[in-house]
């Protein structure tokens, strides 16, 4: 393999308005069939707080953002309870292309997208990474998670060679298949809030508020 093969090289990465971008890539033939365009990951390149989903949905391939669907509603309401500006934080997934019928991602595209999410997690250098579902928790922390029951559960994973703290929780569809998930899912996200120090930016704003 050459240097310019190597998943993830500098050279895969552009940097485009400051945020990382990967502008073309046809490492796995299928999705290369089914998306309509490389989904990057969206926020500040230096945010403390990264949240880490599976893939693109159909919303998210037209729309060209991570988490713009149904599933990105439910994101949002639980970032707006937590007092989390979505702009302040950066949302990404495990793979950039939708996968056809909204299958999981496999272990090949999973490998063959991991170097761009390294890169992604190493120039952000984030305070917490936050697994939205199994997928991601799964492909973070190299072994299976049964994400009901450890979601919520702060674990340390290794990413790109650095030991990096991550925060399990449900994908926000969940609460819309399951109703009883939402709170455990709001509860996580204000967790996350508190690990990652935004909470006390919010506090901070909602006291002065009060002044005028
Ligand atoms: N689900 C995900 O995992 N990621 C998205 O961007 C949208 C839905």
Do not use: W
């Not at 702009?87 to 495990?94: F, G, H, K, L, M």
């Amino acid at each position: 393999m050459g240097e310019r093969d190597r998943v993830g090289a500098p050279d895969d990465l552009d940097t485009l308005d400051g945020a990382l971008c990967v502008q073309s890539c046809e490492r796995c033939p299928a999705l290369v069939d089914s998306r309509s365009r490389i989904v990057n990951g969206v926020g500040p390149t230096d945010a403390n707080l990264l949240f880490l989903g599976e893939g693109p949905g159909a919303n998210e391939d037209s729309g060209g953002e991570p988490f713009i669907g149904r599933s990105g509603d439910v994101l949002d309401e639980a970032l707006r309870a937590a007092g989390i500006v979505r702009s302040e934080v950066r949302i990404t997934n495990c793979v950039r292309c939708r996968p056809p019928d909204n299958r999981d991602p496999t272990a090949a595209e999973l490998a063959n997208c991991r170097g761009y999410l390294d890169a992604e997690v190493a120039r952000l250098d984030p305070e917490l990474i936050v697994t939205l579902g199994k997928v991601p928790s799964e492909h973070l922390l190299d072994r299976s998670v049964a994400i009901t029951g450890e979601s919520g559960s702060v674990v340390d994973a290794r990413i790109g060679g650095r030991s990096r703290r991550v925060l399990l929780s449900v994908h926000p569809a969940a609460t819309l298949y399951d109703r009883s998930q939402r709170d455990g899912f709001f509860e996580t996200v204000a967790r996350a809030a508190e690990l990652s120090g935004l909470e006390e930016s919010t506090g901070e704003g909602q006291s002065r508020l009060g002044e005028f």
